[in-house]
Antibody, heavy 120, light 107 residues
């Protein structure tokens, strides 16, 4: 069965960097686009970034463009999110999500989420 | 960016009730509209995609309708596990955007 497991969260000081990862299993990872979606405490869902199945196309939310970088390693079935210049507004649970099918931008499977807290 | 507005933001209902949640887009998204249910402390779960298609494994009491800018999620008979927050999401264009959520609470 499809499984997505995030890792790498924690507490980080403002202005610093953090990398979160998502380990995928149970499906052909290299065939699907992958996304990061976040949720600030007590708030709604915010889409963060997408990477195409082969890593050639990447798109970002305005709120993170230029600070966050999405990447993937299809040989290791791993999705990554490198976050730089973090601010309090980036505090959230970060979910990785799989596309239902190519470029449909529908999230059919989600990880359990990983909490990133930006605080001094 | 396409803004998604859900109403109501919260509602109270009883087990067995019929519940309707609406979602309005700031511009046409055709049928590129999806619905998710999120239980407390859990990841969202896809319920409906392409406005009206039921995701595999989702009970038939969930249904979706609409096109263009106005959409509806209906739960025909509310079950205990349906007390949760529901989100619509447009997949028409980037940036992908979600509605603010509708919290369904026990009356």
């Amino acid at each position: 069965q499809v499984q997505l497991a995030e890792s790498g969260g924690g507490v980080v000081q403002p202005g610093r960097s953090l990398r979160v990862a998502c380990a995928a299993s149970g499906f052909s990872f290299s065939s699907y686009g992958m996304h990061w979606v976040r949720q600030a405490p007590g708030k709604g869902l915010e889409w963060v970034a997408v990477i195409s199945y082969d890593g050639t196309n990447k798109y970002y939310a305005d709120s993170v463009r230029g600070r966050f970088t999405i990447s993937r390693d299809n040989s290791k079935n791993t999705l990554n999110l490198e976050m730089n210049s973090l601010g309090a507004e980036d505090t959230a649970v970060y979910y990785c999500a799989k596309e239902k099918s190519a470029e449909l931008f529908i999230f059919d499977y989600w990880g359990q989420g990983i909490l990133v807290t930006v605080s001094s | 960016d396409i803004q998604m507005t859900q109403s109501p933001s919260s509602l109270s209902a009883s087990v067995g009730d019929r519940v309707t949640i609406t979602c309005r887009a700031s511009q046409s998204v055709s049928n590129y509209l999806n619905w998710y249910r999120q239980k407390p402390g859990k990841a969202p779960q896809l319920l409906i995609y392409a406005a009206s298609d039921l995701q595999s494994g989702v009970p038939s009491r969930f249904s979706g309708s609409g096109s263009g800018t106005d959409f509806t999620l209906t739960i025909s008979s509310l079950q205990p596990g349906d007390f949760a927050t529901y989100y619509c999401q447009q997949s028409y264009s980037s940036p992908l955007t979600f509605g603010g959520g509708t919290k369904v609470e026990i009356k």
